[in-house]
Nanobody, 116 residues
Framework: QVQLVESGGGLVQPGGSLRLSCVASGFAFSNYPMSWYRQAPGKMRALVARITTDGANRSLGDSVMGRFTISRDNAKNTVYLQMNSLKPEGTAMYYC?????????WGQGTQVTVSS
C-alpha cells in the first residue's frame, strides 16, 4: 500500500534551518508530483511547496518564498523540504502528500517547532 514517511522535524531557534525528508513506497514515485503541507495549531492545513515528477517545476507558498526549497530524488523515492530562516509562525505539523492540485495520500506528519 501507499506509504509516506516524514522525518527531520524538531525544535529549532528562529532563523535556524531544518531539512525534512519524506520516503515514499507502494507506488511508482517518479510518476507523481509531490507536495508538502503544514498545519499550525488552530489553523487549517496550508500548501507549503510542490514539485513535478522530474523536479523541473516547483511552486512555493507566498509565506515561504525565498526561504524554503523543495526537491526530490527519484532514485531514492524521497522528497525533501529545505527550510531556512525559520520563523516562529513556521511552527506546525508538516505533511508529505502525493499530488499537485489534488492530493490523495498523506503521511503521518513531522512536528516542527520554531522557538527560542
Amino acid at each position: 500500500q501507499v506509504q509516506l514517511v516524514e522525518s527531520g522535524g524538531g525544535l529549532v531557534q528562529p532563523g535556524g534551518s531544518l531539512r525534512l525528508s519524506c520516503v515514499a513506497s507502494g507506488f511508482a514515485f517518479s510518476n507523481y508530483p509531490m507536495s508538502w503541507y503544514r498545519q499550525a495549531p488552530g489553523k487549517m492545513r496550508a500548501l507549503v511547496a510542490r514539485i513535478t515528477t522530474d523536479g523541473a517545476n516547483r511552486s512555493l507558498g507566498d509565506s515561504v518564498m525565498g526561504r524554503f526549497t523543495i526537491s526530490r530524488d527519484n532514485a531514492k523515492n524521497t522528497v525533501y523540504l529545505q527550510m531556512n530562516s525559520l520563523k516562529p509562525e513556521g511552527t506546525a505539523m508538516y505533511y508529505c502528500t502525493r499530488g499537485w492540485s489534488t492530493v490523495d495520500y498523506w503521511g503521518q506528519g513531522t512536528q516542527v517547532t520554531v522557538s527560542s
